[in-house]
C-alpha cells in the first residue's frame, strides 16, 4: 500500500529537497511520483543525458523511507527537440499545426519522434534499471488528455490511418462494401483516395469518421506500448502504468490497459464548480473494471485545481472523503496532486497539499489524517469488491453517436450517468464494463442505447438472459452493425427476439440543429402492477413500439403516440429484457432500477438518506461496508446489526451519525 504526491524537484531549489522529504515523511507519505515533465532536464540538448539532479532527489526521498515512480517524460518533448522537427507537432480538425509552448502537443504517430521516445525511455530505463528505491514507471502523462482530445490530422496520421484500413479490410471492395461507399459516389480504387474526416461541406461518411475514431486510438495505445516494450526489457521487475482520466472519450481504455501491470486514474472531483460523487464512484467503478483488480489514483486532488480559472476549495474534509471514497472502490494506493503548488506556468493556481509558501497547512493536516486512516484499511485493499451489477460502455458505441448523434439533445455518456446515477443511490455495487467483459457474475447488465451490435455481442447477451440475467436496453439500440450501417432489419433488428418488440417508429423530441428550438416533451406512466405509480417524462427520444411476446410496463402520455408502449418487459430463457423507449427522468431510472434489483433479490445491505454513499467489500468472506457521506450536514444511517468501525474502533448497534463529509468502514459483528 502506497500513499503519497507528484513532487517535481525540478521546480525547487536543493536546499529544499530535504525539508520537503522529512514533511513527507512526518505525514505519512511513502511514494513520489517524479520526472514526467522533465525531458529537458534529462536530455537537456541532443544525446546529453544527465540524471545526477533526479538521482539526488531519489536518493534523499529513500532517505526517508519514500519510494519512487518515475514517468517516462515523452507527454512535454522539449524545444530543441521540436525546434528541430517541427512536424512532429499534432496538427487539428481545420488543419492548423500546434506550437510549443504547452504539452502534448505532439503527434502519436510521427516516426522521428518514435526513434526520440525510445532513446529517452530506454536511457531512464537503463539507468534505474538497478535502483531499488525506483518501483515502477507511468508511461507519458494522460494521453489524449488536450483541447483535440489527442487527434491528429496531419499527414502522417493520414498515411497512417490508411494503412490501417488496408490492414483491418485487405480489399478496397470489401471497405466500400462495409462503409456503403455507393452514396455520393465515395467508391474508392485506391488506399491513397482515403481521406481523413476533415471539416467538409457536409458531414463526412459515419463509418469513415467511426474508424478514423479506432484508428486514432489504436494510434495512442501503439505509442503507448513501444514504451511499454522497452521499459519492460531493459528495467524488468519494476511495474509499468499509465494515468488514465475516467470517462475520458478518445481512447479505448480496455485496449490501453491491456499491457500494463495495473492502471491508473487521475481523480479530481472538484475541478469545476460542479460536484458530482456518482460520477467519481463511475470512474473508480470504470477504471477497477477495466482489468477486475485493484488500480492506483495517481492523481487525487489535493486542493482547489485550475489552470488559468480555479475551480471550487474542497470543503474541510474532502480530501479525506475522496481518499476514502477512492479506497471503496478499489483503489490500493493513493497518490495526491501536487506535494507543493507552483510558482509559475500554466498550473499557478493548481493547488497541492503545500501552499505557494511551502507552509503545511489544513490540507497537510487532512491528508496526514487520511495517510492513518490508510493503514488502518491496510488488509481492505486486496478485499474482493462483490458487484452483481454491470453498466455497459462502449467506445465503439461513443464514437458512432460522436461521428452521427441521431439526436440534438442524444448525449449517450449522460444517459449512462443517470442509470449509473440511479443505481449507486440505491448502494449496490457496480462494474462498469465494456461488452468485450464476461457477463457471467452479474445478475443485472443495464446497456442504454447500444447502437452497434456483432454476433459476438448479441450471441453472449442472448446467452446471459437464457440463463436468469436481466438485461436493460434502451431507445437506439440495436441499430447499426459494427462498421456504423443501419441494419436492414426492422429494428432493433438482432436484438428483436431478446426485446419481444418491435420498432414501428420513433422521433427525435430534442432540438433540430438549433439551440433555441424548442424540445418536445411526452410523458411516461408506469402500467405494471408492481412498479409504483408514477408519470415522469420522456425526452430525446421515444421509440414507437409494438408489442410481440413482450408485454408493456408503461405507456407514453400524450403527443400523437398517446397509450402506446414506452417500456416493455419480454421473458427470454430464464431471464427478461427490459427495453426502455425513451430517455426517463432520473426518478423514473430511480423507481425502475428499484423494481429490477428486486426481483433479482439485490437488496443494498443499508438505507440511507441522499448524499451517503455505501460501498460493500468482502474481507474474509465477510461483509466490510464504507459508509460515506458527501453532505455538508450530518446524517443519520439505520444499521440493523452491530457494528465496529475500523477507523475508530467505536462499535454501533442501532444508527450511526455520521458528519458532515465524514466516513465510517463497518465490520458487521
Known amino acids: 500500500m502506497y500513499i503519497g504526491s507528484d513532487y517535481y524537484p525540478e521546480h525547487w531549489p536543493r536546499e529544499r529537497w530535504r525539508e520537503d522529504a522529512r514533511l513527507m515523511q512526518a505525514a ?59 512536424e512532429i507537432y499534432l496538427v487539428n480538425r481545420e488543419g492548423r499545426r500546434a506550437s ?19 532513446k529517452i525511455v530506454r536511457k531512464l530505463a537503463e539507468h534505474y534499471a538497478s535502483n531499488e528505491n525506483v518501483i515502477g514507471y507511468q508511461v507519458d502523462n494522460e494521453f489524449g488528455g488536450s483541447r483535440t482530445r489527442g487527434r491528429c490530422y496531419c499527414n502522417s496520421c493520414h498515411r497512417a490511418f490508411q494503412q490501417w484500413l488496408e490492414a483491418k479490410y485487405r480489399t478496397l471492395s470489401r471497405l466500400n462494401e462495409s462503409w456503403g461507399t455507393a452514396f455520393w459516389s465515395q467508391t474508392y480504387s485506391a488506399w491513397e483516395q482515403i481521406p481523413l474526416p476533415w471539416p467538409n461541406e457536409a458531414p463526412a461518411n459515419p463509418s469513415l469518421e467511426l474508424d478514423y475514431y479506432r484508428f486514432i486510438s489504436d494510434a495512442w495505445i501503439k505509442y503507448q506500448n513501444l514504451q511499454v516494450e522497452i521499459l519492460r526489457n531493459v528495467s524488468p521487475g519494476k511495474f509499468v502504468t499509465h494515468n488514465l482520466m475516467g470517462l475520458f472519450p478518445s481512447i479505448d ?47 487525487q486532488q489535493s486542493g482547489p485545481a485550475g489552470q488559468n480559472v480555479m475551480g471550487t476549495a474542497p470543503s474541510p474534509g474532502e480530501l479525506r472523503l475522496w481518499t476514502l471514497q477512492s479506497i471503496a472502490h478499489g483503489a490500493d494506493s493513493i497518490v495526491y496532486f501536487r506535494w507543493r503548488t507552483c510558482r509559475w506556468g500554466a498550473e499557478q493556481y493548481w493547488h497541492g497539499i503545500l501552499p505557494h509558501d511551502g507552509k503545511p497547512g489544513h490540507r497537510y493536516a487532512e491528508i496526514k489524517r487520511a495517510a492513518q486512516d490508510m493503514a488502518k484499511l491496510k488488509h481492505l485493499m486486496c478485499s474482493a469488491y462483490p458487484a452483481q451489477v454491470a453498466v455497459m460502455r462502449s467506445y465503439d458505441v461513443l464514437w458512432a453517436f460522436e461521428a452521427q448523434p441521431t439526436s440534438a439533445d442524444l448525449d449517450y455518456d449522460q444517459e449512462l450517468k443517470s442509470y449509473y446515477r440511479a443505481l449507486h443511490s440505491l448502494n449496490v455495487n457496480i462494474d462498469v464494463i465494456t461488452p468485450e467483459a464476461e457477463y457471467d457474475k452479474y445478475k443485472v447488465i443495464v446497456a442504454p442505447s ?102 408493456a410496463l408503461a405507456r407514453y402520455h400524450g403527443n400523437f403516440f398517446n397509450g402506446t408502449p414506452a417500456i416493455t ?88 451519525l455520521l458528519d458532515p463529509f465524514d466516513v465510517a468502514v463497518l465490520e458487521l459483528v
Not at 76 to 85: E, Q, R, Y
Not at 100 to 118: K, L, Q
Not at 281 to 292: E, F, G, P, Q, V
Not at 592 to 614: F, M, Y
Request: charged share 20%; proline share 6%.
Open 569 to 656: 418487459l419480454n421473458k427470454h430463457g430464464n431471464g427478461s429484457v427490459i427495453y426502455v423507449g425513451t430517455s426517463l427522468n432520473d426518478v423514473a431510472i430511480r423507481e425502475l432500477s428499484k423494481w429490477i434489483l428486486r426481483t433479482q433479490g439485490l437488496q443494498a445491505p443499508l438505507g440511507t438518506p441522499t448524499g451517503v454513499e455505501i460501498i460493500e467489500r468482502r474481507y474474509n468472506e465477510k461483509p466490510v461496508l464504507f459508509v460515506l457521506n458527501h453532505n455538508s450536514e450530518r446524517a443519520t444511517v439505520s444499521i440493523p446489526t452491530a457494528a465496529r468501525d475500523i477507523l475508530t474502533d467505536q462499535r454501533y448497534n442501532d444508527e450511526l
Open 28 to 86: 505519512g507519505l511513502n511514494l513520489v511520483r517524479m520526472a514526467e515533465f522533465a525531458w529537458d532536464r534529462m536530455e537537456p540538448e541532443e544525446g546529453s543525458f544527465d540524471f545526477s539532479w533526479l538521482d539526488e532527489a531519489i536518493q534523499i526521498l529513500a532517505e526517508h523511507g519514500i519510494k519512487t515512480v518515475l514517468g517516462t517524460p515523452t507527454a512535454t518533448p522539449p524545444a530543441w527537440l521540436m525546434h528541430k522537427h517541427p
Open 450 to 551: 447500444l447502437y452497434l451490435t456483432n454476433d459476438d455481442i448479441v450471441q453472449r447477451l442472448e446467452k446471459f438472459v437464457a440463463a436468469g440475467g436481466t438485461l436493460l436496453l434502451s431507445f437506439r439500440s440495436g441499430v447499426k452493425d459494427w462498421e456504423n450501417v443501419v441494419h436492414e432489419e426492422t429494428l432493433p433488428a438482432h436484438l428483436a427476439g431478446l426485446v419481444g418488440a418491435s420498432i414501428a417508429d420513433y422521433t427525435s423530441t430534442g432540438r433540430f440543429e438549433s439551440p433555441n428550438a424548442p424540445a418536445q416533451l411526452a410523458e411516461v406512466e408506469f402500467v405494471h402492477p408492481e412498479l409504483t405509480s408514477y408519470r415522469g417524462t420522456a425526452s430525446v427520444w421515444c421509440d414507437i413500439l409494438n408489442l410481440e411476446s413482450a408485454e
Open 253 to 299: 481504455y480496455r485496449k490501453l490497459g491491456e499491457p500494463l501491470d495495473f492502471v491508473a486514474w487521475d481523480n479530481y472531483p472538484r475541478f469545476s464548480q460542479h460536484l458530482d460523487p456518482a460520477a467519481v464512484a463511475m470512474a473508480h467503478d470504470l477504471t477497477r473494471s477495466l482489468k477486475n483488480r485493484p488500480f492506483w489514483v495517481m492523481e
Open 100 to 118: 510549443f509552448g504547452s504539452r502534448r502537443h505532439y503527434c502519436p504517430t510521427i516516426e522521428v519522434y518514435h526513434s526520440y521516445t525510445r
